[in-house]
């Protein structure tokens, strides 16, 4: 059974799973930074395994959160958990009242991200090794949201 877990801290699953995923998959190396220290940390659980992990934090307009960090086990992908992590996050910061969610995306992963109702702001920047660019949705509220 699916279930996410919310922590202000970064919890030992959600570093497992961002080690093995962007550390010795992706070959990332600044991996872990003082955002952690600040942002809520989620981890999603299919029973007892940890599948994927996003983080996120506010972001410097009111109502704006930014979701990052995100990732997904090799075992689990292509079972829609990336899609499950990022809407279980986006419900929860809308919920804590968000209005606006931002988030870098690997250009790789441009098209998912749109599938959910972000759209790309700006050019394509490098972080590291790898092409990202910025991407943002905003939530609405009322009778049909």
């Keep these: 059974m699916l279930h996410a877990e919310f ?24 991996e872990f930074d003082d955002i952690d220290n600040i942002a809520t940390h989620m981890t999603l659980y299919n029973d007892a395994d940890a599948v994927g992990c996003c983080r996120f934090f506010p972001g410097e307009e009111p109502g704006e959160y930014i979701i990052g960090r995100m990732a997904v086990r ?35 992963a441009k098209g998912f991200y749109e599938t959910l109702g972000f759209q790309a702001k700006g050019n394509v920047y490098m972080d590291e090794h790898c092409p ?9 509220w009322g009778c049909c949201t």
Aim: hydrophobic share 35%; proline share 0%; net charge negative.
């Design 74 to 108: 090799k075992a689990y992908r292509g079972q829609s958990m990336g899609r499950r992590i990022l809407e279980m996050a986006i419900q929860h910061l809308k919920d804590a009242g968000a209005s606006k969610i931002s988030l870098s995306a690997q250009v790789q």
């Design 7 to 30: 922590s202000e801290h970064l919890l030992d699953d959600e570093e497992k799973i961002r080690q093995e995923v962007f550390v010795s998959e992706q070959g990332f190396e600044n």
């Design 132 to 140: 990202h660019i910025h991407m943002e949705k905003l939530l609405q």
